[in-house]
T-cell receptor
């Protein structure tokens, strides 16, 4: 079945540091890939997405590129802020296994940014 | 502001109580979902509705009973829950079911079973 593996946290950075959160996936067919963010006490918000190979999703300074050859979708940001502190989830939807398109999530990575 | 609202935001209930969680989406979407988020576990899909019809029940115990009266509203009826059911319950919606349809989430209901 489909699966998403993302780096274990927590990740602690200083403000203005470079961020990378690794995400790899296993899926049959041609999945779409997503990054969601969950701020403390809130639900999940879509951060960015990519629907085909070599697509780059971007939003709020975050970027991720759909790499089919390495089955990866790593999240990056050049300069993090304290307000970026949250849990980040990598996820995919594929058309494998029939007509139900399930969103499969990784376990989440807690990011803490210190001033 | 996500366009998906959930009430109540917090709920404490005893194991013999009956309560309901409500979700409403204002996005004109056709598919709605219930997820369970427990500490240290990946999000678990519970139920999926598409055009008011249930299309997925992910082996959820019968003490959780969903209801989808129309494409904008989704309920989760709870009865005789167990302490291990304490979690954040998230509702989501999407335009339809397809590979490129992202899901939009509500803020969740934090449920504590005592």
């Amino acid at each position: 079945g489909d699966s998403v593996t993302q780096m274990e946290g927590p990740v602690t950075l200083s403000e203005e540091a470079f961020l990378t959160i690794n995400c790899t996936y296993t899926a049959t067919g041609y999945p779409s890939l997503f990054w969601y963010v969950q701020y403390p006490g809130e639900g999940l918000q879509l951060l960015l997405k990519a629907t085909k190979a070599d697509d780059k999703g971007s939003n709020k300074g975050f970027e991720a590129t759909y790499r089919k050859e390495t089955t990866s979708f790593h999240l990056e940001k050049g300069s993090v802020q304290v307000s970026d502190s949250a849990v980040y989830f990598c996820a995919l939807i594929s058309n494998s296994g029939g007509s139900n398109y399930k969103l499969t999530f990784g376990k989440g990575t807690l990011l803490t940014v210190n001033p | 502001e996500t366009g998906v609202t959930q009430t109540p935001r917090h709920l404490v209930m005893g194991m013999t109580n009956k309560k309901s969680l409500k979700c409403e989406q204002h996005l004109g979407h056709n598919a709605m979902y219930w997820y369970k988020q427990s500490a240290k576990k990946p999000l678990e899909l519970m139920f999926v509705y598409n055009f008011k019809e249930q299309t997925e029940n992910n082996s959820v115990p019968s003490r959780f009973s969903p209801e989808c009266p129309n494409s904008s509203h989704l309920f989760l009826h709870l009865h005789t829950l167990q302490p291990e059911d304490s979690a954040l319950y998230l509702c989501a919606s999407s335009p339809g079911q397809g590979v490129s349809y992202e899901q939009y989430f509500g803020p969740g209901t934090r449920l504590t079973v005592t």
